[in-house]
């Protein structure tokens, strides 16, 4: 389930609420998207945050491939954290 509260710090580093892709319709049947806190990297990558089954939240790295939204890697409950280490996911290698 995604998360809908921004937290001073995650605004401080740029997430904002928006609206995702809801895969699967899996959170909400009939919506295709919802409405969840957001770190956009780029056209085709996001940090999502989503609410942790066993308490607490984690920042899930999503990148569109062939048209669907897959999910790289969750990060540990820390945003700048989660930021960081999509991006070095993300970078070009060599």
Not at 24 to 48: H, S, T, W
Not at 49 to 77: F, S
Not at 88 to 94: L, V
Request: aromatic share 10%; proline share 7%.
């Amino acid at each position: 389930m995604y998360s809908i509260e921004v937290t001073e710090r995650e605004k401080e580093l740029g997430y904002t609420l928006a609206m995702v892709p809801n895969p699967k319709q899996m959170f909400c049947p009939g919506q295709n998207e919802v409405i969840a806190v957001l770190y956009r990297l780029d056209e085709a990558n996001y940090i999502i945050k989503t609410i942790y089954p066993i308490g607490g939240y984690r920042y899930c790295h999503r990148q569109k491939r062939d048209g669907e939204w897959v999910t790289l890697c969750n990060e540990p409950a820390d945003p700048q954290d989660a930021i960081i280490k999509a991006r070095e996911r993300i970078a070009p290698k060599g």
